[in-house]
């Protein structure tokens, strides 16, 4: 119907390609620019994957993200807690997140399928009234390993959890190609390119086709005797799991487990993401996660070097953020326009 | 004419009262500490609170766009001040550019929203992040650069980028000067004061007067409005330009109050709070008065103060009262939407 | 009566493809009441919301034509325009705030405000005179001659009460002209029928004009000065006062049959397989009140009324798609409407008369349609690989698919062409393919053959009858074609008003369907 590449789509490689000259011209390291962008686009990848199995069932962008995310650090706790070191620590975390968040995906949906139609703010305060509940068991859990508790004194886990000693940067250090001076991180890909698999291959079996069914037209599916709350239910507990499965990406990646109030930030970002990489909101497809991530996670990379070497350091997280919140207002517009044709 | 104040409407804000109660008798505070500092805090954000009226009235539910009055405010400001205009002629010129300002900008959030129907509330986050972030944008990078800078007390050493805490005494020292109402320490100008008692008579007012009729009919049903003649298109903006306006204006009682301002962090989530309190004292997503505003603003700042202090007491940590006032706050938002959606689904 | 209050001449509007209004032309005198009758899709409705300035005239592409209001040529594009110029409506679904009182919604947009604040702050911003709302609204309502509680919130009274609320909100204007009325009556008992048709004959004499849509026909020949009849969007004839008769009327309402259907009688056992007891169901538009009805085994009944009376409901009701009352039992046992799955379960399916928003994926191609609710609904079509997992049998579904793709005549390039890239006609096949599938007991079938093109038609109304023949299923037809009903089915009901007429045969008279659909008695008192 309509070409993969539109005008966003366009504007957004220019200002990126962009970027990348005006680093060249401040003298930057391209090389290691290069490099540091597929790292970075990775480590967030796996999050924005996480919006696809809510858009695809037509329960709206996932901005209850923080939900996947705090079981994902939970299952990172665990794991800690347990000691659990290299790739199979890492694996480990994925795991243990994974009965975490079907348990609080199987809340969030319950709420969800009470407010069709307005999801997205609800999944907006859902996600920011759940912080401080979350706040709360960080602060007093029983966890005893003393690399995750505050220093002497205070109580309860430390904001930011090393995992050094664990199982940080172990995907990252794996399988290392050298093209000249650019270090591609093949183990990482390898790694998300299998998530994106797991998620396209869903999308083929009978239940994924079921709910692109329910995303394209519930009424249909309702007079054919599907049940649209189970495969709505369906829909957002993948969508959790894939993002505990983001977090621990993330982590390891970035070599922190980050608490508190470090989930809120996620979920903006990787909707604007998906958006950028042309899904308007309907039907979201793997290209458009891979390329939305891609081009957003390396504008944020570029920015920053380059705001700092102007001498306004503020200024590379404030316009990452408009062009987040921009894309955004953009896309309901644009949805808008479309359901009144 | 009394009407009859049903048994959900009470839920929310006896809730907040008894845990209001526990909180203080956690807290170990004394009364008049207390009703000071709910009083100081009451008079900042009330106006801020009245604002969220109209827009839930007129069916656009809740108005987050309303910090974007809260930053004009904080433009008008620092404006003045770097042409170098203090004492009274400063501040009405503040209040004069952001009041107008406001409006004009009320007029294109009211457009906006306008294309978006169904989705005013998310929308409304998204333009106020957006706005919160162009702001910031102007004042980091714009002042220094684009923007000449004739108040050198106002930028960085750098010679880019506004300060991150500017001083206001200057205005505030001018309506001081005009008489003071105490309560216990806290201080506040009479004439602010009269500004917050006008602000509540107007929102109570327009209310019953046939535009407020208009209003209600399309917070109502917009269908039914649009056939019996009414313009719900222009009422909708209207009703956002009044949001913009008062926000604006409740935003210089604030710093005006305050002697102070944080100028990147100081509008932050204050509109979520607003929404908090309107709800707290009983409003819904589809219909709130000024007695709400009144009733709702004393519950959560009443329960705000306490929330912390009780931790720090009972608890030994004063951490886990903000986690508690955090939910609460959050959590009756979440919880107003839920409920309403669903009371929205059964009627159809 | 003097000049003329309205012309209308030529009026000409598409909805898409669709020509609703094909050169009317119509004129109205000053205090003249002007009746105007018109069938399903007859275009009166587009008439009334072309006059009145109604939003959706302008959004579906405008019109062509003159409205020349008290002698001046006018484009009046919004209802606030319309009401500035005199001109009222009282719509058929009531525009009542339900959460505001009568006299609220009386005075809306006219409210009476305390006079100190007037000049200053204009008539918008000054604060409102309950007192005085109360009293204007209560002098209308008297004039009426409806007795309420005018502090009452418009949601607590009843249907009747609603429609004198909607009325007085109408006649409570100053400087009324021309007041348009769509079927105010039709939820109105007799004697307040009766005050109404008193308050539009009082008006008139005031020299308000009025046009009145209604199907109660003696209500029509009663109240009006002359009468026109619209049908397909033409104005076919116009009536004086002298020469208004009910059963010329109606004939010219529901049109000559042209070809008259002589259908053999076929015996069968009237088994009842599914039956309507007190059901109700409220379709927002097209209510359904207290159903009491027997379908019989193996035949195909039609439904039909008049457009909003009540013939798609039943089946809509049925497949819990609205809020139902009542009891509704298959093969004796009576069923939960909610529980869809269920219902399929047991046999019943329904295809919807929104294809492109109800019954079909239009994104997916032919062969996914088709097979959609067999395989998804009732698991067919599925085999086993390496005995665990369930994957599409694709041979066979192709086989099938080119089957149905053969015996319907559906013109696709491929089975894989996306079906929203097909005509009308077609994807309604695709439609009765899917349906085929799925081998229901009963089939309810909305609209068969709207929008669908000539060729086509008949296909399709082949196939419903040969599903019935060959595979033995109960076809319930709702539709407004009173045409194809007569030729395929075993028996018709009429609804009228919500509530179920009559039943007739297919070879019942013109005059007989005619009054079934306006619900008046014949002369022998049928």
Known sequence: MDSKIKLPQIIITAFMAGLFVLAALLGMDIPELISGSFTKFVMNGVLVLAMIPMINAGVGMNFGLPVGIVAGLLGMCMAIQLRMTGIAGFLGAVALSVVPAVILGLIYAKILNMVKGKEDIAAIFIGYSFIPIMNFVWTVAPFTNREMLYPVGAEGLRPKISLENYFGSVLNELFVLKLGKISVPLGLLLAYAAVCLLVYGFFKTKSGSVMLAVGENEKFCQLSGIRIDRVRTTAIVLSTVIGAAGICVYAQTYGFVELYNAPLSHSFPAVSAILIGGCIGRQAKISHAVLGTYLYQTIYLLSAPIANAILIPQMSEIVRMIITNGIILYAFLKQERRRRQ | ?348 | MGEYVLEVRNLEKYYGQNKVLDKVSLSVRKGEICGLIGANGSGKSTLMNILFGNSIIAGTGGYSGDVVFEGEKVQISTTTEAIGRGIGMIYQEFMLIPEMTVAENIKLTRENTKRIFGRALGSELSYVDRKKDSEDAAAVLEQLGFQIDNSYLVKNISVNAKQFVEIAREVNKQDLKLLLLDEPTAVLNDEDAGKLMKVLKELAKKGTSIIFCSHRLHEICEVCDHVTVLRGGKAVSDYGREELDMRALARDMIGYDVTAVKKERRNQEKKAVLSFRDFSVYMPGEFLDRLNLEVYEGEILGLTSLSGHGKLAAGYGVMGQFPVMGEFLYGGASMDVKNVRKTIEHGIFLLPDDRKNMGLLLEHSVRDNIIFSGFYGRNLFQKKAGGIFSVKDKKEIDRYVKQQIEKLDIKCGNPDQKVKELSGGNQQKVCIARAVLVAPKVLFVMEPTRGVDIGAKEKILDMLVQINREQGATIVVASSELEELKRISDRIAVFCEGRLSQILTPDASDEEFAFAFTGEEGEDGQ
């Open chain 2, 1 to 348: 004419m009394m009407k009859k104040v049903r048994k959900d409407e009470l839920i929310v804000p006896v809730t907040f009262i008894v845990f209001s109660i526990l909180c203080f008798f956690l807290s170990g505070i004394s009364f008049m500490f207390l009703a000071e500092q709910v009083a100081l805090r009451f008079i900042r954000n009330i106006i801020l609170v009245l604002a969220l009226i109209f827009p839930i009235m007129a069916g656009m539910g809740l108005n987050f766009a309303v910090v974007i009055g809260t930053t004009i405010t904080q433009a008008s400001f620092i404006i003045v001040l770097n042409f170098n205009l203090t004492g009274g002629r400063g501040a009405a010129l503040v209040l004069a550019v952001s009041l107008v300002a406001a409006a004009g900008v009320g007029c294109v959030i009211g457009r906006l929203l306008n294309k978006v129907r169904g989705r005013e509330m998310v929308t409304s986050i998204v333009v106020g992040f957006l706005a919160n972030y162009i702001y910031q944008l102007i004042f980091v990078a714009g002042f220094g650069t684009v923007i000449h800078v004739f108040n050198k007390k106002l930028v960085l050493s750098t010679g880019i980028g506004v300060k991150n805490m500017v001083d206001l005494k200057t205005f505030k020292e001018v309506f001081d000067n005009l008489g003071v109402f105490r309560i216990g320490e806290a201080k506040i100008s009479m004439l602010l004061l009269a500004m917050i008692i006008v602000c509540g008579f107007f929102v109570f007012y327009l209310m019953r007067t046939p535009l407020g009729q208009k209003i209600r009919a399309v917070g109502m049903s917009e269908e039914k409005s649009a056939n019996i003649g009414i313009d719900t298109d222009r009422i909708r903006v209207i009703v956002i330009v009044l949001s913009t306006v008062l926000a604006a204006l409740g935003q210089f009682v604030y710093l005006q109050n305050i002697g102070s301002l944080n100028v990147y962090t100081e509008h932050l989530d204050t509109e979520k709070f607003a929404c908090a309190a309107l709800l707290a004292g009983g409003a819904s997503i589809r219909k709130a008065g000024v007695k709400n505003a009144f009733i709702g603003g004393v519950l959560l700042h009443t329960l705000f103060v306490l929330s912390p202090l009780a931790g720090r007491n009972a608890f030994a940590n004063a951490s886990l009262g903000e986690y508690f006032r955090s939910f609460v706050a959050y959590g009756i938002i979440a919880f107003a939407l839920v409920v309403n959606l669903r009371l929205e689904r059964k009627g159809e």
